[in-house]
Nanobody, 130 residues
Framework: QEQLVESGGGLVQPGGSLRLSCTAS????????IGWFRQAPGKEREGIAC????????YHANSVKGRFTISRDNTKNTLYLEMKSLRSEDSAVYYC???????????????????????WGQGTQVTVSS
């Protein structure tokens, strides 16, 4: 079965760190543009970190720039989101996605509708609270 599966979410205190993982199965993700999105209750979905293997570009939203880092390990067919200095406003469900058409990281992160991507994960909850 072709799918993306996220893991690594949980409860963390403000100022803490988490690393999310997203493992692809049933397909090889190394040629796809990949990204992380998040959605908090009552808020619009936001593309926060995306990377293109086509042109090597990486995009991080202003809301996470300097605190979050996207990376990928093609040997493990996995992408990661390293999150540091977490804030209460980072609490959300985090999703990963893979797209075979979008060519740039910035372009990927603007596509917040899941149906626009080839693959969309089930989501993992991140809660930042003391």
């Amino acid at each position: 079965q072709e799918q993306l599966v996220e893991s690594g979410g949980g409860l963390v205190q403000p100022g803490g760190s988490l690393r999310l993982s997203c493992t692809a199965s049933g397909f090889t993700s190394d040629t796809y543009t990949i990204g992380w999105f998040r959605q908090a209750p009552g808020k619009e979905r936001e593309g926060i970190a995306c990377h293109s293997s086509r042109d090597g570009s990486t995009y991080h939203a202003n809301s996470v720039k300097g605190r979050f880092t996207i990376s990928r390990d093609n040997t493990k067919n996995t992408l990661y989101l390293e999150m540091k200095s977490l804030r209460s406003e980072d609490s959300a469900v985090y999703y990963c996605a893979a797209n075979s058409v979008v060519r740039t990281g910035a372009g990927m992160c603007t596509q917040t509708i899941s149906a626009l991507h080839d693959y969309w994960g089930q989501g993992t909850q991140v809660t930042v609270s003391s």
